[in-house]
């Protein structure tokens, strides 16, 4: 429990960990905005529970826990508004989309059958313009899907402990995923590989 002023405490904080804190915000979400709004929530949360801080535990790690749950929070409140937002679209509907890469029989259209991206000798993960076409690819994605990529491939998640952190079913989620990796091949093919 902090004895000094809660003001100073916090203000001292903030000058030396808000950097930090912002840029895990950011890798987290790739959003300056959501970033921004993030470390500002968690400077406000830890003020308004700083007696609760008991000095056993690092400022920097207490607070990083706080923004942890708080980026938890914001994947968990993404996901449920765009669910609530495709179950009312039947733009997005199982059958139709997945009716624009399968036919009837699920065979792949030609038009989208997947091409070969193998090129011999090149880590396309170290090209930063490929970087940029990836990320840019994710950013279209449905938040919902955004924060299942996110969270299984960038942060190698369990998909057990998205699924619990998203509210979600393991099969809405895998079915998520599918969803999401095929949008991201057709975009990289779109703005990549076929450049």
């Known amino acids: 429990m902090y004895q000094s002023d809660p003001a100073i405490v916090i203000k001292s904080w903030v000058e030396k960990f808000s950097d930090k804190m912002y840029s895990?915000?950011?890798?987290?979400?790739?959003?300056?905005?959501t970033a921004e709004d993030l470390v500002q929530d968690?400077?406000?949360?830890?003020?308004?529970?700083?007696?609760?801080?008991?000095?056993?535990?690092?400022?920097k790690t207490w607070l990083?826990?706080?923004l942890n749950n708080k980026i938890v929070d914001h994947f968990r409140k993404s996901y449920r508004?765009?669910?609530?937002?495709?179950?009312?679209?039947?733009?997005?509907?199982?059958?139709?989309?997945?009716?624009s890469f399968f036919d009837t029989d699920g065979k792949w259209l030609k038009e989208?059958?997947?091409?070969?991206?193998a090129d011999e000798g090149v880590n396309l993960?170290?090209?930063?313009?490929?970087i940029k076409v990836l990320q840019a690819c994710m950013n279209n994605l449905p938040s919902s899907w955004f924060s299942a990529i996110q969270l299984?491939?960038?942060?190698?998640?369990?998909?057990?402990?998205?699924?619990?952190?998203?509210?979600?079913?393991?099969?809405?989620?895998?079915?998520?995923?599918?969803r999401a990796k095929l949008q991201l091949r057709k975009c990289l093919e779109l703005n990549w590989f076929k450049k």
């Open 24 to 33: 895990w915000a950011f890798y987290k979400t790739n959003s300056k905005e």
């Open 112 to 117: 989208q059958q997947p091409h070969d991206w």
């Open 42 to 59: 968690t400077f406000l949360a830890a003020y308004q529970s700083l007696e609760k801080f008991e000095g056993k535990s690092n400022p």
């Open 152 to 178: 299984r491939y960038l942060e190698e998640k369990k998909g057990d402990l998205i699924c619990q952190e998203l509210k979600i079913t393991n099969t809405n989620f895998w079915q998520i995923l599918h």
């Open 125 to 130: 993960l170290d090209d930063e313009v490929f």
């Open 81 to 99: 508004n765009t669910a609530i937002n495709e179950s009312d679209s039947k733009q997005n509907s199982s059958s139709s989309f997945f009716e």
């Open 64 to 66: 990083f826990g706080i």
